[in-house]
């Protein structure tokens, strides 16, 4: 059975997503498509890892959103299972 990585930190939602984003300027472009879709929003993501790893925190992160958002803008993004 597959688990979602979703946890909470301080009444905030964790998501961690595998994406193609492969540069920091595609990255500036997904994170203010993020902070305008969601209030309060902390993003980092790992561009050195294979499946260039995006992790958000926040409050009522709602995953199809997201998903839809940057498939939308040409990027591929999946929530990672463990």
């Known amino acids: 059975m597959k688990k979602t990585v979703i946890g909470c930190v301080k009444n905030k939602m964790v998501v961690v997503y595998r994406t193609n984003i492969n540069n920091k300027r595609q990255?500036?472009?997904v994170n203010?498509?993020?902070c305008r879709l969601f209030n309060d929003l902390q993003i980092n993501i790992d561009l050195e890892d294979n499946e260039k790893v995006l992790r958000l925190e926040?409050?009522?992160?709602i995953s199809a959103e997201v998903i839809n958002s940057l498939g939308k803008?040409?990027?591929?993004?999946q929530v990672?299972?463990?």
């Open 73 to 77: 803008i040409g990027f591929l993004c």
């Open 27 to 29: 990255f500036k472009t």
């Open 58 to 61: 926040g409050k009522d992160i």
């Open 80 to 82: 990672m299972y463990w």
């Open 32 to 34: 203010r498509l993020l």
